[in-house]
């Protein structure tokens, strides 16, 4: 990802944007009722994932601009690390953001799996999440041993060049017990306990090889404390972990109860529940570093169980946590810095900075939290700004969604591909070169940014399914290649909308409000 530094603290937005009306009024208007192709959107979402593939590429791949790439990876630490994510239009591979791709992946089919199956896309989804997961079995190559990055940014940032040419450091980077990462290891412990119950039915082998990992790598993470960008500094720039580390083994932990049902893991969300945060932080964002909301919304989860009656009075304060970050996004906490920033028209905006990965991953909790309010005897969310129906909050994040598809002051759809008007110059280097099966020729470190960099055309290849950076907090967006804080695309950015637009899809194709 093209970056100096993730700023983690919001940026200090005018306010001229509260609206005269509730923002709630926008959601629930004649606008909200707007009807895209989300089966097409399904679809290609899950070829952008084939775009960002490191490695040796399989026969049946459908992103045919891309050829293989990386395959010298750890050789010359003596680990096969081939495979895995690019996270962006970069080529490094970052472990932490990898990782909340696949967790958020298995999410989606977890919760949202006969409708991805309902739409002929559950195959393609778990190709996403196995060849994320295939790269993790390789990357943890002892219990307590895991490899965290192949390359890094700041060579990586030096050259504009196809994967398939790359000239520049491919350096790898790992925990271990003297240089923890509890963070890293909890995230990808989640990952893949989280695609072990994707996998429990269709490949129980590698289901229980996952558990193993999954396992193993908790108990790592838990024992040999640290943050991970304090064993490697490389990724400090790119990826810190500004919340640090006890978000990720409480989501880390809750993830292994759901694959597991045992107790054990959810005593550990139930003991460490104020220790760990889990029902001190009141969170306004989600994403690849802030896991609370997650955490509070899937144990929230757990109260239409009744054998979870045991635990209620801290089940509950976790969904009240919950709650706050629902309430957050529908501007109905009490003050303005207890809610989700929004531009004019109504779109979540946290910040500059690729804000639209915290509108799929907003989006994407709403919707399941409406899920959880309508199995709850259609029961309301109550807000300080007043109370919510279960068809509301769904109607909240269909309204996210078709911003993102479309229906929009710029009459951009920022889901590269889809629509007739989305981003030609997304930044991202593969795309915006000749592609390697057209032409084979070298293309050095520096010749990219000579030749296809500065460019004003349209990339040559489209990154089908890729949800670019988006617009500024005035629904404003510029398709430029270089302006990278709103082209550039990332692989958690789509994650979290594959079970959002299967759930539209199969609502599409019955009756909206029936399941409401």
């Known amino acids: ?83 895995g994510y690019y996270d962006a239009g970069d080529h490094v591979k970052f472990g932490l953001p990898m990782a909340f791709t696949v967790t958020m992946l298995s999410w989606s089919i977890i919760d949202y799996g006969e409708y991805i199956a309902g ?7 778990m190709e996403a999440i196995k060849w994320g997961t295939d790269y993790f079995i390789k990357a943890h ?41 509890s963070d890293l290891a909890g995230e990808t412990a989640a990952a893949m306990a989280a695609a072990s119950i994707v996998f429990r039915k269709t490949n129980p082998h590698y289901s229980h090889m996952l558990l193993h990992h999954a396992q193993e790598l908790f108990e790592f993470g838990d024992k040999y404390r640290g943050k991970y960008d304090g064993s490697i500094g490389v990724v400090k720039n790119y990826y810190t972990s500004v919340s640090g580390y006890n ?45 609370y909301a997650g955490i509070q919304v899937l144990v929230s989860q757990l109260l239409t169980d009744e054998k979870h009656t045991k635990h209620k009075g801290i089940i509950e304060q976790y969904q009240s946590k919950a709650e706050y970050y629902i309430c957050s996004c529908l501007n109905k906490n009490n003050g303005t810095k207890n809610n989700a920033g929004f531009t004019p028209d109504g779109l979540i905006y946290i910040r500059q900075w690729n804000n639209m990965q915290y509108v799929s991953s907003g989006s994407f909790l709403t919707m399941v939290y ?4 309508h199995k ?26 078709d911003y ?10 920022y889901l590269v591909g889809f629509g007739p008007t989305f981003p030609t110059r997304v930044h991202h280097r593969g795309a915006s070169i000749v592609s390697y099966r057209e032409n084979k020729g070298f293309i050095g470190c520096t010749e990219g940014y000579d030749n296809w960099y500065g460019s004003k055309d349209p990339n040559p290849n489209i990154v089908v399914g890729a949800l670019v950076g988006g617009p500024n907090y005035n629904d404003e967006f510029f398709d430029q290649r270089g302006n990278y804080m709103q082209t550039e695309a990332c692989t958690y950015n789509t994650a979290p909308l594959v079970g959002i637009f299967a759930r539209l899809n199969d609502l599409q194709n019955t009756d909206l409000h029936a399941s409401y």
Not at 119 to 125: I, R
Not at 144 to 172: F, I, K
Not at 404 to 413: F, Q
């Open 247 to 291: 978000d990720e083994l409480l989501w880390a932990a809750i993830w292994l109860y759901k694959a597991t049902d045992n107790q054990r893991y959810l005593n550990y969300v139930i003991d460490n529940a104020h220790l760990l945060g889990g029902v001190g932080w009141s969170i306004t964002e989600f994403s690849w570093d802030v896991k």
């Open 119 to 125: 739409a002929g896309e559950l195959q393609h989804a």
């Open 376 to 401: 709850s005897n259609n029961k309301k969310l109550k807000c300080h700004g007043g109370d919510v129906t279960p068809q509301e909050l769904f109607q909240f994040s269909k309204f996210q969604v």
């Open 1 to 83: 990802m093209e970056k100096k530094t993730m700023k983690k603290k919001p940026l200090s937005i005018s306010h001229h944007y509260c609206f005269l009306l509730s923002l709630f009024s926008i959601f629930t208007s004649t606008r909200s009722t707007a009807s895209h192709n989300y089966a097409d959107a399904l679809t290609k979402s899950l070829i952008y994932f084939e775009a960002q593939r490191s490695g040796r590429l399989p026969y049946n791949q459908r992103v045919t601009w891309r050829d293989h790439s990386g395959l010298t990876d750890g050789v010359e630490q003596g680990v096969d690390l081939v495979g």
């Open 141 to 181: 190559t002892s219990p307590n041993v895991l490899w965290a990055e192949v390359g890094d940014g700041y060579t990586d940032h030096y050259c504009w060049q196809r994967p398939e040419d790359m000239t520049t450091s491919r350096q790898a980077y790992k925990i271990d017990e003297n240089n923890p990462g």
């Open 404 to 413: 993102i598809l479309g229906s929009n002051p710029m009459n951009m759809s």
């Open 370 to 373: 409406s899920d959880i309010l």
